[in-house]
């Protein structure tokens, strides 16, 4: 097996979305960013709760 180091979303981008989101006028529900975010909801969408923790739990190990 093979070891892979997965790439993480840095301050600077989150800090520029809490920013966002704390001075907009109109905020909204969900802000996606960062590595893995879209693909982590499409999963939730479609596939449930289960197969969104399972991923989740495989990613973390």
Same mark, same amino acid.
């Given at each position: 097996?093979? &070891?892979? =180091?997965? *790439? +993480?979303t840095?301050?600077?981008?989150?800090? =520029?979305? @809490?920013? =966002?989101a *704390?001075?907009? &006028? =109109? /905020?909204?529900?969900?802000?996606?960013?960062? +590595?893995? *975010?879209? /693909?982590?909801? @499409?999963?939730?969408?479609?596939?449930? &709760?289960? *197969?969104?923790e399972?991923?989740?739990?495989?990613?973390?190990?």
């Amino acid at each position: 097996m093979q &070891d892979f =180091e997965f *790439a +993480t979303t840095g301050s600077e981008v989150l800090g =520029e979305i @809490f920013v =966002e989101a *704390a001075t907009t &006028d =109109e /905020p909204k529900c969900r802000y996606v960013k960062g +590595t893995g *975010a879209r /693909p982590a909801l @499409f999963i939730r969408k479609w596939f449930g &709760d289960r *197969a969104y923790e399972f991923v989740i739990q495989r990613m973390a190990r």
